[in-house]
């Protein structure tokens, strides 16, 4: 079973599933932008304007912070949450189909956070980071593991859930960069702390929260090929 | 065997109403009607993609929500879309579908291939259509399917391997035990091969039965507008006047008289698919 889930993840990566797969998926374009807006970020927070002088530490503490975010988006849009339709058509009982589905999406998370950690440690090695810091960078990186591309068979949910992703990754990105900017001593940490643990508690919980659960309803949904979310 | 008892669907405004069939084993069953009336659907149906709203179906006396391993276990399919992974070769491929099914083989697998003179380790999504859609046939070979559900896929088929091609599904139900339901435009191919014949139109069964039920149920006369008319209203389906004569499609019924200038011929499925849809369309 892990043998089979390393080649499903590994086999997304090639040139023709992933041709295939954004053939179909709308939300390429979403997330496109959000990486042009992303690499925005990642500019401003790596240059003088900001009062730090950039070095090669501090470039590949920046690089440990986005990289596995950005790879976490890129990961999301080529790994659906939906199987391809002939395996609706393999025998298979319930009990099966779930444990493919749910195996394959929890497999690609534990992937996501795997690389998540590893940046952390190297951020730990590049610039001075604390504990709680690194914590609320791997709970943005755990909401973002869990973003899955855009299905239009439902499409009322994904009105709903076009806005909780884009919000979830602005304030991932953004709030990831201020830890990044802390740890570099750019800015003050006392100031920023309350602020950043303020917007952790009362507005990315509930909305990581709020988008597990769109998530949920997906996983549910892939369980069956007619999507009874549509009617 | 395959029941199909008063199946209705929705599909957003699409509606399939009451489709009601059987087919035996070691028969093959043609499945026609113009674009629209529901084939594809009726396939989704059969083979569980899809629940009914009313009605059920049954393959060898099991039903999906119970028995869903067992039934696809049997089943080969064909479909128009391409069901195979674009980044995996054809031997990959049925490698990695084929672990599912119990009957898979390998060496099966490799024999049609080189049967349909496909290149085993080519990308199968850099094949063309035909050969796309041939590596999906002889997967559903491969795995000692009961029955075989193919929608649509001789219209890519070169005329060579269209021969093979029906050959194939002949020696397929030869033992009497194996079933096959083909979903196709071209009807030629129907007249040709299906025992069995099931039409749908506007989403409604219009006929389901044998074949020689079909051909004796209805006919193609010609001849005269005034000696046509001369038969009973309510048994002329739709009628077609042209400068030369007249044809019209007959519902046929031993009490029928035909004037004897006239000619009375059985009606081929696409006759009585223009026919009919010409009835329906005004």
């Known amino acids: 079973m892990l043998r089979h889930l390393i080649s499903e993840y590994i086999r997304a990566f090639a040139f023709d599933r992933r041709r295939q797969i954004w053939g179909k998926n709308d939300s390429i374009s979403f997330f496109l932008m959000t990486w042009m807006a992303l690499f925005f970020f990642v500019s401003v927070f790596d240059t003088d304007i900001l009062g730090g002088a950039s070095s090669w530490g501090r470039r590949c503490g920046l690089a440990a912070v986005y990289l596995p975010m950005l790879l976490n988006l890129f990961s999301c849009q080529i790994h659906p949450v939906r199987p391809e339709k002939f395996l609706y058509l393999c025998p298979m009982d319930s009990g099966e189909r779930r444990q493919y589905i749910y195996g394959t999406f929890y497999f690609r998370v534990f992937v996501q956070m795997l690389t998540a950690c590893a940046g952390v440690v190297l951020l730990f090695l590049f610039v001075s980071l604390d504990l709680l810091s690194a914590a609320a960078i791997l709970l943005n990186d755990l909401a973002l593991s869990i973003l899955i591309p855009f299905d239009d068979r439902s499409p009322d949910a994904v009105n709903k859930a076009v806005w909780l992703t884009g919000f979830l990754i602005v304030i991932a990105f953004l709030t990831n960069g201020l830890q990044y900017m802390v740890a570099i001593g750019t800015i003050r940490y006392g100031a920023v702390r309350w602020i950043l643990l303020a917007v952790l508690v009362l507005v990315q919980l509930p909305i990581t929260l709020q988008y597990g659960r769109y998530v949920k309803q997906e996983l549910l949904a892939a369980l069956q090929y007619e999507d009874k979310m549509t009617g | ?282």
């Open chain 2, 1 to 282: 065997m395959i029941e199909s008892r008063e199946v209705s669907k929705k599909l957003g405004k699409f509606i399939l109403k009451n489709s009601s069939f059987t087919l035996p084993d070691g028969y093959i069953c043609g499945l026609a009607g113009p674009n629209g009336a529901g084939k594809t659907t009726l396939l989704h149906l059969l083979l569980g993609l899809y629940q009914p709203d009313a009605g059920s179906i049954q393959v060898d006396g099991m039903s999906y929500e119970d028995k869903e391993k067992q039934i696809h276990d049997r089943t080969g399919v064909v479909l128009t879309e391409e069901l195979f992974e674009p980044a995996l070769t054809c031997m990959q491929n049925s490698a990695y579908y084929g672990r599912y099914f119990s009957h898979y083989s390998r060496e099966q697998m490799a024999h049609y291939l080189t049967l349909f003179h496909l290149d085993h380790h080519a990308k199968f999504g850099r094949l063309s259509k035909g050969e796309k859609l041939k590596c999906q046939f002889a997967f559903a070979l491969s795995h000692d399917a009961k029955l075989l559900i193919l929608d649509e896929p001789t219209a890519n088929f070169d005329p060579h391997f269209r021969e093979q091609f029906f050959h194939l599904l002949q020696e397929f139900i030869a033992d009497g035990k194996k079933s096959v339901i083909l979903a196709t435009h071209l009807t030629e191919d129907l007249d040709r091969i299906a025992d069995y014949l099931v039409y749908l139109e506007q989403g409604s069964q219009i006929f389901a039965g044998d074949m020689e039920s079909f051909r004796e149920s209805y006919r193609i006369v010609a001849g005269e507008a005034y000696q046509i008319k001369l038969l009973p209203k309510e048994k002329i389906l739709c009628m077609e006047e042209k400068s030369y004569g007249a044809r019209a499609l007959v519902a046929h019924s031993r009490l029928n008289r035909y004037a004897p200038a006239l000619s009375v011929t059985y009606p081929t499925i696409e006759e009585f698919m223009y026919f009919y849809s010409k009835r329906n369309n005004g």
